[in-house]
Each structure stands twice: as structure tokens, then as C-alpha cells.
């Protein structure tokens, strides 16, 4: 945002900052399948839940869901949640193992990241990144 202000007959102008996404909140139709996604599966710490919210605390910003009673499903992606981890592998492995479908095996990606992903219930498109692998190369666009 352009702030501008006058004094004295000079104008002044400077830039409003914004440094900080302090919470990002996503609608969802199938609110209860998300939620245990997010909470029980993915094991994210909860920061505010009511039966129709729940915020969870992802070290530097949070990430919320707010019940919607109905919408049309997602035709195409519109959001990814991209979660940062230590090792990406491992933490594939443990997801898969509880269930969660991912799209494709860890891979590291052309932009210095590895990476793998799935959908949620709701549609979103969610990412593991972390490290890139040593001596794998690079996939993806």
C-alpha cells in the first residue's frame, strides 16, 4: 500500500510493509475428513478448535479451516499447502503408511526443494518439502 502524505506543501510517500502472513483460513465442505487429516493424520499442533474452526500453529503462521455447508467441488487446484520437514523420505513413508495417497514418490524438484504430494479431502493440493536429496536429480517443472 502507497501511503502518501503532505507537509508543509512537500510530499512525502512511503511503502506500508507487510512482513508477516500471520494465518491463512481455507473453506471446507468436508470440514470432519480435514480436520482428522490435519490434526490425527498429519499431526499438526492445534491452536483454536471449535466444531466448525480449527487453527493449527505451524511455526511462523497458522493454517485454518472454517466449516462451509455446501459448495460446489474444486474443478481444479486453487490452493497448495506446502508443509516444510526435515526429511521428506521419512516423513513419506510414515504418511503412507497411515494411509495417506500421495501422487508420486519424493523427488527432488528443478527449484532446490524435494518434494511430494497429495490432495486433501477437501481437494487442496498438500506438499512435504524439504531438502533436496544428494546425488538424485532434479524432476518436475
Do not use: C
Amino acid at each position: 500500500m502507497l501511503i502518501i502524505a503532505i507537509s508543509r506543501g512537500k510530499v512525502a510517500t512511503r511503502f506500508m510493509r507487510l512482513s508477516k502472513l500471520s494465518y491463512l483460513t481455507l473453506w471446507a465442505v468436508h470440514f470432519d475428513q480435514v480436520k482428522k487429516l490435519y490434526k490425527d493424520t498429519l499431526g499438526l499442533p492445534v491452536a483454536e478448535e471449535n466444531e466448525n474452526f480449527i487453527m493449527f500453529d505451524t511455526k511462523g503462521s497458522r493454517l485454518a479451516f472454517h466449516r462451509l455447508t455446501k459448495a460446489p467441488p474444486l474443478s481444479r487446484s486453487t490452493v497448495e499447502v506446502h508443509l516444510e520437514v526435515n526429511d521428506v523420505d521419512e516423513v513419506y513413508s510414515s504418511l503412507k503408511s497411515r494411509g495417506v495417497k500421495f501422487d508420486d514418490p519424493p523427488a527432488n524438484r528443478p527449484w532446490g526443494t524435494r518434494s511430494a504430494g497429495f490432495k486433501d479431502p477437501e481437494g487442496y493440493v498438500v506438499e512435504i518439502v524439504g531438502p533436496l536429496k544428494a546425488g538424485e536429480p532434479a524432476k518436475g517443472d
